[in-house]
């Protein structure tokens, strides 16, 4: 049976943020999601661990993530600018299981956002992905580069009303959801880790994302 997501009554984003070690003390209990490059035999050298804590509200989900990193950088400058090309990137994708669409959400170093929505599986992307970007943002993130600490942060807060019916929601349900990086750096191609398990590279293979169960929300 998938997990189970914690819920909380509110999510208190602003106190978990300002701690200076993760996870906060509220959140010690929430298990911790790390990356890997699972599709090959052996890891980047450079490699630089990731982790990332996924909590719900009534109405939205709360994502959390914790990013070393040796060089942070973008060049990123307005909402669905193509992060992948331009710098550091945490992305999440999501799906419920009832839906066959999917959501695709970026956070650059710099707080810019990348907004994507998918109406199925393999949906055709050889052309670019400009079809499926949403001029509105389907979330907020907050976000804090830590040079000094050799670390990106972020925290997204995702309401779910906009994403799939209210009817879906009303009761638990089970969602797929997979959170994935590119690591940038100078003179060096970009590195790429999930949390996911992938058995060959891209992030898109839906088909292994991980499963979870997701408290009811409250409509409105």
Known sequence: MPPLIVQFARAETDRWFAAADWPHSDLQGVPVMTFAQTWMAEPD???RPGKVWMVSTPS????????????????A?????RL??????FEVFLRHTQRPDYYEFHVAP??????LHYPRFHAPRENGVERYMLARPHFTARVAAQPERGRWRV?????VEALVPAELTRAESV????????????????MFSSTTP????GFHRAEEWRHFRVPAFQAG
Not at 60 to 75: N, R
Not at 175 to 190: A, E, L, V
């Open 45 to 47: 050298m450079g490699l």
């Open 60 to 75: 939205a989900l709360i994502v959390l993530a914790e990013l070393l990193d040796d060089d942070i950088m973008t060049d």
């Open 77 to 81: 400058r307005q909402h669905n600018d």
């Open 84 to 89: 992948w090309d331009l710098g550091d990137v």
């Open 110 to 115: 710099n707080g810019v956002t990348l907004d």
């Open 155 to 159: 925290a997204m807060e995702i309401p």
């Open 175 to 190: 969602w797929q959801f997979s959170f994935c990086r590119y690591d940038c750096g100078p003179n060096r191609p970009p």
């Open 198 to 201: 992938h058995r060959g590279a």
